[in-house]
Nanobody, 115 residues
Framework: QVQLVESGGGLVQPGGSLRLSCAAS????????MSWYRQAPGKQREWVGQ???????FLTDSVKGRFTISRDNAKNTVYLQMDSLKFEDTGVYYC?????????WGKGTLVTVSS
């Protein structure tokens, strides 16, 4: 069983920044491949990016150059640094892990980009 808790969402103006955090339970965090997803109002959930256990990151094209994923294994936490935010980045952001054949999700944190 893995529990994931996201935090750091909020209201931000276009061009602003936010850093989301996802705290995970479990003693094997350093082995987890952690992913971020988001769901905009009225749309399907979409993959944002991923960080491997070795720290390699992958990002969807729409956020490349603006978002960064990192992890702190000592804190069992993965981060999503979001810069140059756009209106279309609005949505609920979720972290996700697939571990031992089971997929786990957090409850999400809301990001609203608005002027």
């Amino acid at each position: 069983q893995v529990q994931l808790v996201e935090s750091g969402g909020g209201l931000v103006q276009p061009g602003g920044s936010l850093r989301l955090s996802c705290a995970a339970s479990g003693s094997r965090f350093s082995n987890y491949v952690m992913s971020w997803y988001r769901q905009a109002p009225g749309k399907q959930r979409e993959w944002v990016g991923q960080i491997t256990s070795g720290g390699t990151t992958f990002l969807t094209d729409s956020v490349k150059g603006r978002f960064t994923i990192s992890r702190d294994n000592a804190k069992n936490t993965v981060y999503l640094q979001m810069d140059s935010l756009k209106f279309e980045d609005t949505g609920v952001y979720y972290c996700n892990v697939l571990w031992n054949g089971q997929e786990y999700w957090g409850k999400g944190t809301l990001v609203t980009v608005s002027s």
